[in-house]
């Protein structure tokens, strides 16, 4: 029920600026608490370079809590999780007169070693209420989705070389954010 509501509900965003490394880190902490976790080993490999974000911190928050609990969920009580974090920014916009819409873009991704996704369930993925699972609401991804969405962001799921499956989320950086940066303002 709590779910459902969660999904029907408007997503109301308190943007402030948000640190990538601590919601990462809370979104572990978090995951590591569930039932499921198992013995999962837990890598993460951030860039140096990473702006803060602004976004709504526990929106994101479990954003990660729920890719991490799904990969968890996958590997069936052990296997690998990694995590990264990059940084690129947009070099021109398509309108030689108009400045891009964002600085650059954060990419966020969470790859396991588990059986992966079938190809022919990754288009459902995010539709609410389509799962895999046999005692799963089908509102996580679609949970997802909708926060990345309200960030302006973008999220696709991959399978991972090797066996496993990528999650790959993309989030915008604002003008704001940057100019604090390059101004040394930058909590990294």
């Not at 029920?1 to 880190?25: N, T, Y």
């Not at 954003?63 to 070099?91: C, K, P, Q, R």
């Not at 070693?113 to 209420?129: A, H, K």
Request: include cysteine; proline fraction near 7%.
């Amino acid at each position: 029920v709590v779910d459902v509501l969660d999904f029907v509900r408007p997503i109301s965003l308190e943007v402030d600026p948000v640190s990538v490394r601590v919601v990462l880190d809370d979104a572990k902490a978090a995951a590591r608490r569930h039932p499921k976790a198992g013995h999962t080993t837990i890598v993460t490999d951030c860039a140096t370079d990473l702006p803060d974000l602004d976004a709504d911190q526990l929106q994101l928050r479990q954003v990660f809590t729920n890719l991490l609990i799904n990969a968890m969920e996958a590997l069936v009580g052990g296997g690998h999780i990694w995590i990264t974090a990059s940084y690129a920014t947009v070099d021109a916009s398509p309108e030689p007169s108009e400045p891009p819409e964002y600085v650059g873009y954060v990419t966020i991704e969470v790859a396991d070693d588990g059986p992966g996704v079938p190809v022919d369930v990754t288009d459902q993925l995010f539709s609410p209420f389509f799962t895999t699972k046999p005692s799963g609401s089908g509102l996580g991804l679609a949970i997802v989705r909708k926060i990345i969405d309200a960030h302006d962001g973008q999220i696709e799921v991959t399978p991972r070389a090797g066996g496993g499956a990528t999650f790959r989320v993309r989030l915008p950086v604002s003008h704001h954010v940057e100019a604090v940066r390059v101004a040394g303002g930058d909590r990294a």
